[in-house]
T-cell receptor
Framework: DTGVSQNPRHKITKRGQNVTFRCDPISEHNRLYWYRQTLGQGPEFLTYFQNEAQLEKSRLLSDRFSAERPKGSFSTLEIQRTEQGDSAMYLC?????????FGPGTRLLVL | QKEVEQDPGPLSVPEGAIVSLNCTYSNSAFQYFMWYRQYSRKGPELLMYTYSSGNKEDGRFTAQVDKSSKYISLFIRDSQPSDSATYLCAMMSTGNQFYFGTGTSLTVIP
């Protein structure tokens, strides 16, 4: 399968815990984006990477969120001290140039 | 004003109908236009991608862009129950950021 994969697919955690999500993009795509999506809304931009460099972060991204893309391959998104408002679908998108291919998403529920 | 406006619906049509989905935008710098289909609890799936004004057809789907009016459309011919999903429009300028509509929920009734 040469598509975008994300793990885990589902995560349930207690408020205050840290969580980490992983995204494996399409190998020849050098840009990778993270989005958050809540019910009835479109994907909301969080951050993006060009190879291993994190080029932009949303102003909405609090300091509890951090993302990495070591060696320009897979990427991780970590949320520290989770809050109930963090419950959402977290989507990763792999981008060649001018369009995006999404993974299946990680659904996070913070209790 | 949001960068991209999309009527959330819901839209309900009988099987075989022609469906028209629309988005408007405010940023004249947008150059690339996409439509995604998203089934419940799944990631968005790319349906169509266009660069210029005009029409692009792919099977039962036609994407239309009118840059002068800042208006894009997706038409679905001979709609099927399997087309029931949320449809998202997306746009990109030269700044590498993508902007999404809120999605239109479509139900095709057999």
């Amino acid at each position: 399968d040469t598509g975008v994969s994300q793990n885990p697919r589902h995560k349930i955690t207690k408020r205050g815990q840290n969580v980490t999500f992983r995204c494996d993009p399409i190998s020849e795509h050098n840009r990778l984006y993270w989005y958050r999506q809540t019910l009835g809304q479109g994907p909301e931009f969080l951050t993006y990477f060009q190879n291993e460099a994190q080029l932009e972060k949303s102003r909405l991204l609090s300091d509890r969120f951090s993302a990495e893309r070591p060696k320009g391959s897979f990427s991780t998104l970590e949320i520290q001290r989770t809050e109930q408002g963090d419950s959402a679908m977290y989507l990763c998108a792999s981008t060649p140039i001018e369009t995006q291919y999404f993974g299946p998403g990680t659904r996070l529920l913070v209790l | 004003q949001k960068e991209v406006e999309q009527d959330p619906g819901p839209l309900s049509v009988p099987e075989g109908a022609i469906v028209s989905l629309n988005c408007t935008y405010s940023n004249s710098a947008f150059q690339y236009f996409m439509w995604y289909r998203q089934y419940s609890r799944k990631g968005p799936e790319l349906l169509m991608y266009t660069y210029s004004s005009g029409n692009k057809e792919d099977g039962r789907f036609t994407a239309q862009v009118d840059k002068s009016s800042k208006y894009i459309s997706l038409f679905i011919r001979d709609s099927q129950p399997s087309d029931s999903a949320t449809y998202l429009c997306a746009m990109m300028s030269t700044g590498n950021q993508f902007y999404f509509g809120t999605g239109t929920s479509l139900t095709v009734i057999p």
